[in-house]
């Protein structure tokens, strides 16, 4: 198996296992990550995913032994890669949790996750130019959303390393911590997002991956229409009599 799985109270830990390819993507793992994950997609009892690798690298990219070799037709034919969007589409908050490389389809792979939380050691970059060919899981539009155009054209027609803080700096990293800090820190953020009403959690997340596709107008238009529709839920009675009841509030899932 490329993927292990370890459950933590309310979070689900999946830590990618290819150590002698540096974690390096293939179909395989692009398979296991997504079915292992939909498992718990709709479990009540799960409320946040996190992405791991090793200290050493979060994945060196998509596999270049494997996809080497394909011809233009092969990789038309197989739709090459687009079963990632199985893993993009898990309503679930996905934390990626990154110490050592992040390289290609591996920085990829961070930022089809809701949160970027790096470790002192992290290292970022998109050097498919370098190989010939260029970002094919989503970086050349993810990037340029998340940094901006200028500074995601420089990383990815360079194909230059930037570090854990100039990430942090341009945005693409929320935090940075000390790499023995970072598991802690990122399961307590796992722990924090999973304690919520899981309707709630999911509507966020829909409001705010749905910011990147949709016109300022329309966000927030839905937004409202969202926020509107939680008044139908148990949790929002519960969240707000707790607040006036001066208490923690117990959320049901309804
Ligand atoms: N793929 C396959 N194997 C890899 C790999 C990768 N991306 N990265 C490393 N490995 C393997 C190495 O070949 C080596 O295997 P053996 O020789 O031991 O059999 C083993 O992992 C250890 O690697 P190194 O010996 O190179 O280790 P070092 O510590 O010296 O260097 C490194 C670490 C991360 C700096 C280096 O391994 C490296 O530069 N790796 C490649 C990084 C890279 O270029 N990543 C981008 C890959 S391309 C698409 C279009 C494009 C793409 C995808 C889809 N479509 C249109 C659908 C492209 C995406 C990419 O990500």
Request: glycine share 8%; hydrophobic share 40%; aromatic share 8%.
């Amino acid at each position: 198996m490329t993927i292990k799985i370890e459950k933590n109270g309310r979070v689900i830990i999946a830590t990618l296992n290819r150590p002698k390819a540096l974690n390096a993507l293939n179909s395989e793992v692009m398979h296991e990550l997504a079915l292992h994950l939909k498992k718990f997609d709709s479990d009540d009892d799960i409320g946040c995913f996190v992405i791991k690798g090793s200290e050493r690298v979060f994945a060196a990219g998509a596999d270049i032994k494997e996809m080497g070799n394909k011809s233009f037709s092969d990789m038309t034919r197989e739709d090459f890669f687009s079963g990632w969007s199985d893993f993009t589409a898990l309503k679930t908050p996905k934390i990626a949790s990154v110490s050592g490389y992040a390289y290609g389809g591996g920085c990829e792979l961070a930022m089809m996750c809701d949160i970027i939380l790096a470790g002192e050691s992290a290292t970022f970059s998109q050097p498919e130019i370098k190989l010939g060919v260029i970002p094919g899981i989503g970086g050349t539009q993810r990037l340029s959303h998340l940094v901006g155009k200028s500074k995601a054209m420089e990383m990815i027609l360079t194909g230059r390393i930037i570090n854990a803080f100039e990430a942090e700096k341009m945005g693409l990293v929320s935090r940075v911590y000390s790499d023995t800090d970072l598991f802690k820190e990122t399961l307590s953020t796992a722990h924090t997002i999973a304690s919520y009403g899981k309707a709630a959690v999911i509507a966020a997340k829909e409001c705010v991956d749905r910011s990147m596709e949709m016109s300022l107008a329309e966000g927030i238009l839905f937004e409202r229409r969202v926020f509107h529709s939680l008044f139908a839920t148990q949790d929002q009675k519960e969240g707000m009599q707790a607040f006036i009841e001066k208490r923690s509030p117990i959320f049901s899932n309804q």
